[in-house]
């Protein structure tokens, strides 16, 4: 029987390849999938395209029956890549409210939660190493 996941899969067009891909992966790869894109400002202050998504988040859904609509990411799902927003909720049959569990690429961060301290320090660095590196060219 074949590996369930290769750390060597370079990548494929076909899409049950990608699907197997993402499905079989450990978590600490699984957890670079829940990569989320910046607002404009946001790019522009962090010079980072995307972010991997948190708890306390503020995000704005882009796709779907909950377009436009913003709030807080109240609980991030590794396992399953899915991620749970505050507010947004579907009525069910017996008439309690339960939370959608949203794609992380259908979202955008609008602000970031700024409680971890390591979380902005890395992106700084990261911005660091971007800037020695453009100067190291030169």
């Not at 197997?20 to 962090?46: G, W």
């Amino acid at each position: 029987m074949k590996n369930k996941f290769s750390k060597h899969w370079k990548g494929s067009s076909q899409p049950r390849k990608q699907r197997k891909y993402s499905a079989n992966a450990p978590l600490h790869i699984k957890r670079n999938l829940l990569s989320v894109n910046l607002s404009k400002e946001l790019r522009k202050k962090f010079k980072k395209r995307n972010i991997v998504v948190r708890k306390g988040d503020s995000v704005r859904i882009m796709r779907g029956k909950f377009k436009k609509k913003t709030g807080k990411v109240i609980e991030v799902n590794v396992k399953t890549s899915k991620v749970k927003i505050e507010g947004i909720q579907v009525k069910k049959q017996d008439g309690s409210k339960a939370n959608i569990k949203m794609q992380p690429s259908n979202l955008q961060i609008i602000e970031l939660n700024q409680d971890d301290k390591k979380r902005m320090k890395t992106s700084k660095e990261e911005q660091s190493k971007k800037t020695e590196v453009k100067e190291n060219k030169k």
